[in-house]
């Protein structure tokens, strides 16, 4: 259900931006991006003795606020580690810069992290969980390519920054979708 309505929000953002979704509106340039929404997958790797790794996604919106500024709202799904199970949602804003005819984008990125986590509270007891919530950081560096008008290829690195033993660092593959401004 938390998914559905971050879903619903997100589609929000996009609909409230005067925008038109077709690729041929008029040539991209940085002054008329109104944003990219973002599906990645790749690695969670939990910072411990053991590195346990497993499947990550999310799904993000970036909104360009000035020439150099971004700032970007994501669902983030850290997998099903034996120490943790969260996933939750994120609002990062990002400083970058485009090179390459404005073709490649670089970024590093910081803000709030607000997860749900199941907990194992105790491993000797199948079955022993805990729910927490709360918030963390997030920092990340990004690289995103232009392959076309519209269709973009994203790296993305987040490391999510607990005040525990179970930091996480996220390393994503993308594929995601400018937006232009009428």
């Given at each position: 259900?938390?998914?559905?309505?971050?879903?619903?929000?997100?589609?929000?953002?996009?609909?409230?931006?005067?925008?038109?979704?077709?690729?041929?509106?008029?040539?991209?340039?940085?002054?008329?991006?109104?944003?990219?929404?973002?599906?990645?997958?790749?690695?969670?790797?939990?910072?411990?003795?053991?590195?346990?790794?497993?499947?990550?996604?999310?799904?993000?919106?970036?909104?360009?606020?000035?020439?150099?500024?971004?700032?970007?709202?994501?669902?983030?799904?850290?997998?099903?580690?034996?120490?943790?199970?969260?996933?939750?949602?994120?609002?990062?804003?990002?400083?970058?810069?485009?090179?390459?005819?404005?073709?490649?984008?670089l970024q590093a990125g910081a803000g709030?992290?607000?997860?749900?986590?199941?907990?194992?509270?105790?491993?000797?007891?199948?079955?022993?969980?805990?729910?927490?919530?709360?918030?963390?950081?997030?920092?990340?560096?990004?690289?995103?390519?232009?392959?076309?008008?519209?269709?973009?290829?994203?790296?993305?690195?987040?490391?999510?920054?607990?005040d525990d033993h179970r930091d996480t660092?996220?390393?994503?593959?993308?594929?995601?979708?400018?937006?232009?401004?009428?």
């Amino acid at each position: 259900m938390k998914g559905i309505s971050i879903a619903f929000a997100i589609a929000g953002l996009i609909v409230a931006n005067p925008v038109v979704f077709r690729a041929d509106a008029q040539e991209p340039t940085e002054n008329n991006r109104a944003g990219t929404l973002l599906f990645s997958a790749g690695m969670a790797t939990l910072n411990s003795f053991d590195s346990q790794r497993d499947v990550a996604w999310s799904i993000a919106y970036q909104y360009p606020i000035f020439r150099y500024i971004g700032w970007s709202l994501e669902v983030l799904n850290e997998g099903h580690l034996e120490l943790t199970r969260r996933d939750g949602l994120a609002s990062e804003l990002w400083l970058g810069a485009r090179l390459l005819d404005d073709r490649l984008l670089l970024q590093a990125g910081a803000g709030p992290y607000l997860y749900a986590d199941t907990v194992e509270t105790d491993p000797d007891e199948d079955g022993s969980y805990r729910d927490d919530h709360g918030i963390y950081g997030l920092v990340s560096l990004a690289a995103q390519y232009d392959i076309s008008k519209p269709v973009c290829l994203r790296f993305t690195w987040h490391r999510v920054a607990t005040d525990d033993h179970r930091d996480t660092d996220l390393v994503l593959l993308g594929l995601g979708w400018n937006f232009y401004r009428r």
